[in-house]
């Protein structure tokens, strides 16, 4: 979660004003909507965005350039999920099996070179918010490590075991896209010495070591996490 009052204080140079937190409290007290306070989330997070892209002004000119150097470095890594994000709006569907194979396979067909050289160009505004909202992540990230180390505390993060939609999207060919759990394929089909990953909801990662070999006809054991 980034913390959005932080934008409106000395660390950001004050990218927003303080008054446009206000319209980011929920005046009822027993009952949140959420999608409501995400849309108003992300509204104020835009104005931060225009106010330190306005080439007109100054006054962000280094929050500016350090945002440029953050691009420049981990595009290859954080564009194809901006535009992930974007194409999941474009097809309201969250659900990236369900686009049309020009969206579906973006990134893994020549043929749709074009296609991808477009939406890159006609959104690049959009992309570039959702880069800003990444950079503004890693900044507070990178700030709260270095203050812990000053401090001596020491932070044990937990590690996702499951993919995004996005890295699925992105890496099919490490994925077995349309198998579940209880329709598992079957054990003879399955390559031994390799890593399966297959869908239950969320991607499940199942290490599975020499099964069934076709020399022995011996199955090793197989580790789900």
Same mark, same amino acid.
């Not at 306005?54 to 945002?67: R, Y």
């Not at 659900?95 to 991808?116: A, I, R």
């Not at 939406?119 to 880069?131: G, N, P, Q, S, T």
């Given at each position: 979660?980034?913390?959005?009052?932080?934008?409106?204080?000395?660390? $950001?140079?004050?990218? +927003? @004003?303080?008054?446009?937190? *206000?319209?980011?409290?929920?005046?009822? /007290?027993?009952?949140?909507?959420?999608?409501?306070?995400?849309?108003?989330?992300?509204?104020?997070?835009?104005?931060?965005?225009?106010?330190?892209?306005?080439?007109?002004?100054?006054?962000?000119?280094?929050?500016?350039?350090?945002?440029?150097?953050?691009?420049?470095?981990?595009?290859?890594?954080?564009?194809?999920?901006?535009?992930?994000?974007?194409?999941?709006?474009?097809?309201?569907?969250?659900?990236?099996?369900?686009?049309?194979?020009?969206?579906?396979?973006?990134?893994?067909?020549?043929?749709?070179?074009?296609?991808?050289?477009?939406?890159?160009?006609? $959104?690049?505004?959009? +992309? @570039?918010?959702?880069?800003? *909202?990444?950079?503004?992540?890693?900044? /507070?990230?990178?700030?709260?490590?270095?203050?812990?180390?000053?401090?001596?505390?020491?932070?044990?993060?937990?590690?996702?075991?499951?993919?995004?939609?996005?890295?699925?999207?992105?890496?099919?060919?490490?994925?077995?896209?349309?198998?579940?759990?209880?329709?598992?394929?079957?054990?003879?089909?399955?390559?031994?010495?390799?890593?399966?990953?297959?869908?239950?909801?969320?991607?499940?990662?199942?290490?599975?070591?020499?099964?069934?070999?076709?020399?022995?006809?011996?199955?090793?054991?197989?580790?789900?996490?």
């Amino acid at each position: 979660m980034i913390p959005i009052e932080k934008l409106a204080s000395e660390d $950001y140079n004050f990218l +927003i @004003d303080s008054k446009v937190l *206000k319209f980011l409290q929920t005046k009822n /007290e027993e009952k949140v909507n959420y999608k409501q306070v995400h849309k108003n989330y992300n509204k104020a997070l835009y104005i931060a965005y225009q106010n330190l892209c306005d080439l007109n002004s100054t006054k962000h000119k280094e929050l500016f350039q350090e945002f440029k150097g953050f691009k420049a470095i981990h595009w290859d890594e954080i564009a194809p999920n901006a535009v992930y994000e974007l194409l999941v709006q474009i097809n309201n569907e969250e659900d990236w099996t369900k686009w049309p194979d020009e969206h579906k396979y973006l990134y893994d067909k020549s043929e749709y070179k074009n296609v991808k050289e477009e939406l890159l160009k006609k $959104y690049a505004v959009d +992309i @570039d918010f959702h880069i800003f *909202k990444q950079w503004l992540i890693e900044r /507070e990230i990178i700030k709260t490590n270095n203050e812990n180390n000053r401090e001596g505390i020491k932070i044990i993060a937990d590690t996702p075991i499951a993919f995004t939609p996005a890295e699925v999207w992105m890496n099919k060919d490490l994925f077995l896209i349309y198998v579940s759990v209880s329709s598992f394929p079957s054990i003879e089909t399955i390559p031994f010495s390799s890593i399966l990953i297959v869908s239950f909801g969320k991607p499940i990662t199942l290490f599975i070591t020499n099964v069934v070999s076709p020399a022995n006809d011996t199955m090793s054991p197989l580790f789900i996490c």
